[in-house]
């Protein structure tokens, strides 16, 4: 009885936690460590929604923060772009991100329970995600003018 408890109980367990998955995005940003003003972004596109955020360096810092509803039509478009064993054996860093002020920019996956994020030289990333990194950037550019 003990025993059929007890695997009674891990099974419940097991079906929690496979009905507990974390969310799936994909996140592009940029930031100027030097710079004053809003000057870092970052663009979250979930299945279902997508999160922009753009915040200020130094004092006094400010944040702005907005998220939308949407069909996942981006999300899937870049998602089906991505070859996840190739992405995850990227290195983490490319080149100097953020060096005298260049810029950075990366490139984040997060499927199931492991993210892997790659950063790079503002403008300047790895050939493998060159594409992709102009179809975020469109996204961006998109959402920033719709906000306008």
């Known amino acids: 009885m003990a025993t059929s408890f007890k695997n009674l109980c891990f099974i419940l367990v097991m079906l929690f936690m496979l009905s507990c998955r974390p969310a799936a995005y994909i996140t592009h940003g940029s930031s ?24 200020s360096n130094g004092p006094g810092i400010s944040q702005l923060e907005k998220g939308v509803a949407t069909t996942g039509k981006d999300y899937e478009a870049i998602l089906a772009k991505i070859d996840v064993k190739k992405f995850k054996r990227l290195k983490n860093t490319y080149g100097c991100p953020d060096c005298a002020d260049g810029g950075a920019e990366w490139i984040s996956l997060k499927m199931g329970f492991s993210t892997k994020k790659v950063l790079f ?22 959402f920033e003018t719709k906000k306008k």
């Open 32 to 55: 100027f460590g030097h710079c004053q003003g809003m000057c870092n972004k970052e663009l979250k596109l979930y299945p279902k929604k997508t999160e922009f955020k753009t915040w």
């Open 121 to 142: 030289e503002f403008g300047n990333p790895p050939e493998e995600l060159k594409s992709i990194n102009d179809d975020l950037r469109k996204v961006q550019e998109s």
